[in-house]
């Protein structure tokens, strides 16, 4: 088993940038590949970033390429998203997401409660 917690959501300005982090307890958090994805209402969810368990390979949506940058400190079992450059389209519950292959986070039995971010015009 492995609880997850998000963290770090909030109103911001377009133009703005938010961190949001993902605590993890549980079962060994480094052997984990880690994402996060997204839902904004009315839409399905969708993803956005995600990382193998050592950190070395990092993933994300072409809509977030090159604003968005995943990473993981292993020793506090926490992954982070620093989300910069935040666009009004970036409004969603932010949800991080652990499983052992990043193509198959999207079914992973392990998710947090989400994370709200509001990107003001």
């Known amino acids: 088993q492995v609880q997850l917690v998000e963290s770090g959501g909030g109103l911001v300005q377009a133009g703005g940038s938010l961190r949001l982090s993902c605590a993890a307890s549980g079962r060994t958090f480094s052997s984990y590949a880690m994402g996060w994805f997204r839902q904004a209402p009315g839409k399905e969810r969708e993803f956005v970033g995600a990382i193998s368990w050592g950190g070395v390979s990092t993933y994300y949506a072409d809509s977030v390429k090159g604003r968005f940058t995943i990473s993981r400190d292993n020793a506090k079992a926490t992954v982070y998203l620093q989300m910069a450059n935040l666009k009004p389209e970036d409004t969603a519950v932010y949800y991080c997401?652990?499983?052992?292959?990043?193509?198959?986070?999207?079914?992973?039995?392990?998710w947090g409660q989400g994370t709200q971010v509001t990107v003001s015009s």
């Open positions: 997401a652990a499983g052992p292959f990043i193509e198959t986070l999207d079914e992973s039995d392990y």
